[in-house]
């Protein structure tokens, strides 16, 4: 199984919504983050949280919020989907020695 | 604010060739430095890492350089394969407060082709 999962893999939906982004790890580590990528402008932080408890914004945070349900677990929420919240993003764990990759998921806001 | 450059892609290469990828930073302090990798329809994973000036990291043939004179570190292969082609990613760590985060490049596609 992989070390870091991410549901959905890809979704398509409408201005307005309300989305979440789920992320589950097995590694262990207490850190999470999350990411957007976008072409040629590499990847962004998002929010990143160092335990349950403890949640902090990346550089790109407006426009998403995100919940810390249990170590293992790190939700991103998009409470209204704008078109420029098209993307792909991925989770991540680890520390400042190294950080584990989920496969990402493509995000379309039509 | 710490950043990182990497050079424009697409870069073509054929295979055996010799591939430089050229990255230089922008630091406060002393930031741990890597390349990720991201193959097609996958995560990025670690490629190699430095932790401080003039350490090398190697991997799989790759090779970088922590160069704090010049703020760079080049990604090299001396003889690179169709099965290295993927995006590269160079990025530093926030040297302060450790928390762990990173800072990205653009990346830079990679195609080998036979």
């Known amino acids: 199984d992989a070390d870091v999962t991410q549901t959905p893999r890809n979704r398509i939906t409408k201005t307005g919504k309300r989305i979440m982004l789920e992320c589950s790890q097995t590694?262990?580590?207490?850190?999470m983050y999350w990411y957007r990528q976008d072409p040629g402008l590499g990847l962004r932080l998002i929010y990143y949280s160092f335990d349950v408890k403890d949640i902090n914004k990346g550089e790109i945070s407006d426009g998403y919020s995100v919940s810390r349900q249990a170590q293992a677990k790190f939700s991103l929420s998009l409470e209204s989907a704008i078109p420029n919240q098209t993307a792909l993003y991925f989770c991540a764990t680890g520390d400042y020695n190294e950080q584990f990759f989920g496969p990402g998921t493509r995000l379309t806001v039509l | 604010g710490n950043s990182v450059t990497q050079m424009e892609g697409p870069v073509t290469l054929s295979e055996e060739a010799f591939l430089t990828i050229n990255c230089t930073y922008t630091a406060t302090g002393y930031p741990s430095l890597f390349w990720y990798v991201q193959y097609p329809g996958e995560g990025l994973q670690l490629l190699l890492k430095?932790?401080?000036?003039?350490d090398k990291g190697s991997n799989k043939g790759f090779e970088a350089t922590y160069r704090k004179e010049t703020t760079s570190f080049h990604l090299e292969k001396g003889s690179v394969q169709v099965s290295d082609s993927a995006v590269y990613f160079c990025a530093l760590s926030d040297g302060s407060g450790n928390t762990g985060k990173l800072i990205f490049g653009q990346g830079t596609t990679l195609q080998v082709k036979p």
């Open positions: 590694k262990g580590h207490d850190r």
């Open positions: 430095a932790t401080k000036a003039d």
